[in-house]
């Protein structure tokens, strides 16, 4: 089973940028499609990115593309989320998590990291 810990979150303005990595202790990272999920206050949790097992194919929300970039280093058992020209509506909670190569699920969240952004 993979655990997840997310770090790097934080306060920052808007128009800067964060960087959100990711550590797995489970042997399976390796295999495991990755993603990135968020929740705001008061809303539901939401999609980010996603990158497959080799890094090969990525995925964005709409909300992110062309700011946020996901990618993974296998030898290191972590994800990464570099997010740039953050704005005040990217404020969140920000989840990691693998995909269930089976259920083909979601799953193993993290306990997540606050990402802030003031205007």
């Known amino acids: 089973q993979v655990q997840l810990v997310e770090s790097g979150g934080g306060l920052v303005q808007a128009g800067g940028s964060l960087r959100l990595s990711c550590a797995s202790s489970g042997r399976t990272f390796s295999s495991s499609a990755m993603g990135w999920f968020r929740q705001a206050p008061g809303k539901g949790r939401e999609f980010v990115a996603s990158?497959?097992?080799?890094?090969?194919?990525?995925y964005y929300a709409d909300s992110v593309k062309g700011r946020f970039s996901i990618s993974r280093d296998n030898a290191k058992k972590t994800l990464y989320l570099q997010m740039n020209s953050l704005k005040s509506e990217d404020t969140a909670v920000y989840y990691c998590a693998a995909k269930d190569v089976v259920a083909g699920t979601w799953g193993n969240w993290g306990q997540g990291t606050q990402v802030t952004v003031s205007s």
């Open positions: 990158i497959g097992w080799s890094g090969g194919s990525t």
